[in-house]
Nanobody
Framework: QVQLVESGGGLVQPGGSLRLSCAGP????????MKWYRQAPGKQRDFVAL???????NYADSVKGRFTISRDNGKNTLYLQMNSLKPEDTAVYYC?????WGQGTQVTVSS
């Protein structure tokens, strides 16, 4: 069974930073568009960012200028660097590729 595994979540104060990681099999990372989504309590799962196999990126307006998506195909790992975090960034963050979802990692931004 193909799996994606997120890590790096936690509790951080407003204005702080976190880096999320998503690891998976080479069969997914080699050719896929990789995406991050997030889901806050009681809300739908929303798109955050994507990166193509060639490195082209796209971001939700709410995170532009604060978040950076990147990938290391040699390590089969996707990253999300999150800076200037706000309480409204609190959510479970999921990576996605080829219809496969990870289990999610909780990010909580609170003083």
């Amino acid at each position: 069974q193909v799996q994606l595994v997120e890590s790096g979540g936690g509790l951080v104060q407003p204005g702080g930073s976190l880096r999320l990681s998503c690891a998976g099999p080479e069969s997914i990372f080699s050719m896929s568009v990789m995406k991050w989504y997030r889901q806050a309590p009681g809300k739908q799962r929303d798109f955050v960012a994507l990166i193509t196999s060639g490195g082209t990126t796209n971001y939700a307006d709410s995170v532009k200028g604060r978040f950076t998506i990147s990938r290391d195909n040699g390590k089969n790992t996707l990253y999300l660097q999150m800076n200037s975090l706000k309480p409204e960034d609190t959510a479970v963050y999921y990576c996605n590729a080829m219809g496969v979802w990870g289990q999610g990692t909780q990010v909580t931004v609170s003083s």
